[in-house]
């Protein structure tokens, strides 16, 4: 049997998370390796966290699977949430920029970040997407940060960016199972957008179950049901996010400017 060695900083971190003692005896040693992987995102994203926060921005990790309406989302939510803030997007996918093309064509600063073979934004990704951010604008200027991360039920929820919130996208076309299936995702999540509601009438989908399956998951997650085609329910996300700059601007600490 091999014996497994942890490092000093290995054990600081199994530690930290409160990882209980069987999981040591019986974790394979490439398993550490991410424990070590997750551990260096979560300093990074710390770090873009206070970058954030020296800028007064506040940034949203936008998550869902593939094709439940991200995109679609922001560009009927962008113009009218850029009437009242100063707003930028860095869009996530894993080989083209068609969806930061279809963004810049509503008039909102975009910053593509392709990941090649990787289902998820990192903290070192969304680091590097904020220095070419920083090259085109003055973020200290703006009011708020959109991350649209890769579409992906697992990973992303597992890996911070430096964000003060999640938001997850779960469309009716998806059924009623998906916080089950997936409870990380939707227990991280600040505020879940039940998408696509406008097909509702054409579905075998209980909105009813989707929304017990969500507060069975996160008690406290607020859940807005919306359609990008029809506009319903936009309005409250739009107040949500205007309520989470009204809280994040009498709770942020004071940072010096870098």
Same mark, same amino acid.
């Given at each position: 049997?091999?014996?497994?060695?942890?490092?000093?900083?290995?054990?600081?971190?199994?530690?930290?998370?409160?990882?209980?003692?069987?999981?040591?005896?019986?974790?394979?040693?490439?398993?550490?390796? %991410? *424990?070590? #992987? !997750?551990?260096?995102?979560?300093?990074? =994203?710390?770090? &873009?966290?206070?970058?954030? +926060?020296?800028? /007064?921005?506040?940034?949203?990790?936008?998550?869902?699977?593939?094709?439940?309406?991200?995109?679609?989302?922001?560009?009927?939510?962008?113009?009218?949430?850029?009437?009242?803030?100063?707003?930028?997007?860095?869009?996530?996918?894993?080989?083209?920029?068609?969806?930061?093309?279809?963004?810049?064509?509503?008039?909102?600063?975009?910053?593509?970040?392709?990941?090649?073979?990787?289902?998820?934004?990192?903290?070192?990704?969304?680091?590097? %997407? *904020?220095? #070419? !951010?920083?090259?085109?604008?003055?973020? =200290?200027?703006? &009011?708020?940060?959109?991350? +649209?991360?890769? /579409?992906?039920?697992?990973?992303?929820?597992?890996?911070?960016?430096?964000?003060?919130?999640?938001?997850?996208?779960?469309?009716?076309?998806?059924?009623?199972?998906?916080?089950?299936?997936?409870?990380?995702?939707?227990?991280?999540?600040?505020?879940?957008?039940?998408?696509?509601?406008?097909?509702?009438?054409?579905?075998?989908?209980?909105?009813?179950?989707?929304?017990?399956?969500?507060?069975?998951?996160?008690?406290?997650?607020?859940?807005?049901?919306?359609?990008?085609?029809?506009?319903?329910?936009?309005?409250?996300?739009?107040?949500?996010?205007?309520?989470?700059?009204?809280?994040?601007?009498?709770?942020?600490?004071?940072?010096?400017?870098?």
């Amino acid at each position: 049997m091999q014996l497994l060695q942890l490092s000093q900083f290995q054990s600081s971190v199994i530690a930290e998370n409160q990882y209980p003692p069987f999981f040591l005896m019986h974790m394979p040693l490439e398993d550490t390796l %991410g *424990l070590n #992987l !997750l551990a260096a995102n979560t300093h990074q =994203a710390e770090h &873009n966290n206070q970058q954030l +926060e020296r800028w /007064g921005l506040l940034c949203l990790n936008l998550m869902s699977s593939p094709g439940a309406g991200k995109t679609a989302l922001l560009e009927r939510s962008l113009p009218s949430i850029a009437n009242n803030l100063r707003v930028a997007v860095l869009e996530g996918d894993m080989t083209t920029e068609l969806d930061a093309d279809r963004l810049e064509a509503v008039g909102i600063p975009v910053v593509p970040i392709t990941t090649g073979r990787a289902c998820h934004l990192d903290a070192a990704m969304v680091s590097g %997407g *904020l220095k #070419l !951010l920083q090259q085109r604008l003055d973020p =200290a200027g703006l &009011n708020l940060l959109l991350v +649209e991360n890769v /579409g992906n039920l697992v990973c992303p929820a597992e890996f911070d960016v430096g964000e003060h919130h999640k938001v997850a996208l779960l469309s009716v076309t998806e059924g009623d199972d998906k916080p089950l299936k997936y409870p990380l995702m939707f227990r991280n999540a600040d505020v879940v957008l039940i998408t696509k509601v406008d097909l509702l009438p054409h579905l075998p989908v209980d909105l009813a179950a989707i929304r017990h399956n969500i507060f069975s998951i996160n008690p406290n997650a607020t859940v807005i049901e919306v359609s990008a085609i029809t506009g319903e329910g936009l309005d409250a996300w739009h107040r949500w996010v205007l309520q989470a700059l009204a809280n994040r601007s009498t709770t942020a600490p004071a940072l010096a400017t870098a």
